[in-house]
């Protein structure tokens, strides 16, 4: 890969791709932060079970790795990537919670707000995902924020009852406004 992604990353992932030590998420950093006036919007469930077992497959099929991850421990990781992302103006995120792993393919894209997957805007006082990723391409001088319900309190901290239902103050709350002039 890193003989072909020469021109294709930058020279400091290049180097790292060089030194094995390249992630997805240097990849994505490295392209939020190059197109600021372009919005990168993800879907997440806190607990995506589904992701959750491709890391445990990852763990017992590579040495020295853990397939350990509890719903919590899995959150605290979302969190820690969309913090690292959370620097860059542009990035925005819609948290679900629940284990949900995809929305859009499904009729789940449309009861699916930031209390689960099927509350249909019964209890959240936010918007539904529908209604939010429909916003995207967003107009010029249009804005549109981080979805997420729950307590607000740091990653990883322990002063919550339920740990995979907060919103990390790290990423939450956050709004970014489209400018077609920048």
């Known amino acids: 890969m890193c003989s072909v992604s020469e021109g294709f990353i930058n020279a400091e992932n290049q180097a790292k791709c060089e030194a094995e030590t390249l992630t997805l998420q240097d990849i ?47 959150y605290d990781d979302v969190n820690a990537v969309f913090e690292g992302y959370n620097h860059h103006d542009n990035f925005l995120t819609y948290l ?39 916003r995207f391409p967003l107009s ?4 549109e924020a981080t979805v997420c319900e729950g307590e607000l309190q740091a990653s990883g901290s322990n002063g919550a009852a339920n740990k995979q239902t907060y919103c990390s103050s790290e990423v939450y709350p956050k709004e970014y406004t489209e400018d077609y002039s920048a």
């Open 28 to 74: 994505d950093d490295e392209f939020i932060g190059a197109t600021p006036n372009v919005p990168f919007a993800f879907i997440q469930s806190k607990t995506d079970i589904v992701q959750m077992s491709f890391y445990a497959a990852i763990g017992v099929t590579t040495p020295n790795s853990s397939a350990y991850i509890t719903p919590e421990l899995f």
């Open 140 to 143: 010029d001088s249009a804005s």
């Open 96 to 134: 679900v919670d629940g284990d949900q792993h995809c929305f859009s393919p499904m009729s789940l894209f449309f009861t699916a707000d930031g209390i689960s997957a099927e509350d249909d805007g019964k209890t959240s006082t936010q918007q539904m995902m529908y209604e939010w990723a429909n």
